[in-house]
């Protein structure tokens, strides 16, 4: 992403050890005693990424599975079928239903699709979920799997399942509920992990506020994630695309960021890092003000919102 990586902490100040009766008596050892420095912290260790590449194997196989349900030559006649030649049944509709190569709007509207009258009428609500799971075409699975790789690993990585399959979820809820708000979404079905994907880019802008100072390159690294954004709402000024759901999608996942991606500040040394016998001076604080201010007014915000 050319983001500045967060800076190590660089090694703690010299320490004044606390004086023991030994130590008066034999000074030369007391002297050598004092000069010592307690080792830095240990580097964090990275997170080895299982959830993110099983929502890749849970998002490739639901498609599949809608190719199987949607049985082109059988409901739409195999002339009228992409590829039939090759993939059969699981041949793509004609570009003038399905551009995106993929199956009909039937099949996307029966398998979960976010469709505005079923969920505000029918009540429907399990429709916020499951849309995330279903793609347009394979040309849309494509782009958001490379997107979900790209994006989801580097932060279960760094931040490991625990904190990033809530904030994938938190995003595609978010995004679900503002697409099935918008006026629009009446007579179009809404599918895809888009609102989820655009929740891990506004989780990453929100780590690189709240964690400021762990940062070196700090302009570099936010107007590169600012231009990333950007380019990545632009996309969803396209025809067919549900730029509600990216919107609602980033929100989330940028207010989420704060609340789970907190790190400690730069500095902050925990003491079990400490040899016994040291005392710290001007200790740094584990976290900043601005830190928890973010983090209640998101958590808030998510609560109510």
């Known amino acids: 992403m050319g983001m500045g990586r967060p800076s190590r902490p660089s090694p703690s100040p010299p320490v004044e050890p606390t004086p023991s009766d030994d130590d008066i ?16 912290p240990p580097p964090s260790k990275l997170w080895k990424p299982w959830l993110m590449p099983l929502a890749f194997v849970a998002n490739t196989s639901v498609f599949i599975y809608t190719m199987y349900v949607n049985d082109c030559p059988h409901t739409s006649g195999t002339s009228k079928c992409i590829l039939y030649e090759y993939l059969g049944r699981y041949s793509f509709q004609s570009f003038k239903e399905n551009p995106l190569l993929g199956p009909s709007y039937i099949t996307l509207q029966t398998l979960g699709g976010l469709d505005w009258t079923q969920v505000v009428e029918g009540k429907e609500y399990w429709r916020l979920f499951s849309c995330m799971w279903l793609h347009a075409g394979l040309i849309h699975l494509l782009i958001n799997m490379l997107s979900l790789l790209g994006l989801g690993i580097r932060l279960e990585r760094e931040f490991g399942f625990v904190r990033i399959g809530p904030l994938y979820m938190i995003s595609g809820f978010g995004g679900s509920l503002t697409s099935v708000l ?24 929100s780590e690189l506020i709240t964690n400021w100072s762990n940062y070196t390159n700090k302009c570099s690294a936010l107007s590169t994630m600012l231009l990333i954004i950007c380019l990545n709402l632009a ?6 695309v549900d730029n509600s759901a990216h919107i609602g999608g980033f929100v ?54």
């Not at 006026?183 to 802008?205: H, T, W, Y």
């Not at 996309?235 to 067919?240: Q, T």
């Not at 789970?260 to 200790?283: D, F, T, W």
């Open 25 to 40: 008596e034999k000074g030369s050892k007391r002297a050598r005693h004092k000069s010592k420095v307690p080792p830095p």
């Open 182 to 205: 918008s006026l629009a979404r009446k007579r179009i079905v809404s599918v895809g992990a888009s609102g989820a994907l655009f929740g891990l880019l506004g989780s990453m802008l």
């Open 235 to 240: 996309i969803g000024f396209l025809p067919r």
């Open 252 to 305: 989330s996942g940028l207010l989420a960021g704060f609340v789970l991606l907190m790190r400690p500040q730069y500095g902050y040394i925990s003491s079990k890092h400490v040899p016994e016998g040291y005392q710290i001076k001007n200790k740094v604080a584990k976290h900043q003000v601005h830190q928890y201010v973010l983090f209640g007014i998101s958590l808030v915000l998510l609560i109510t919102g």
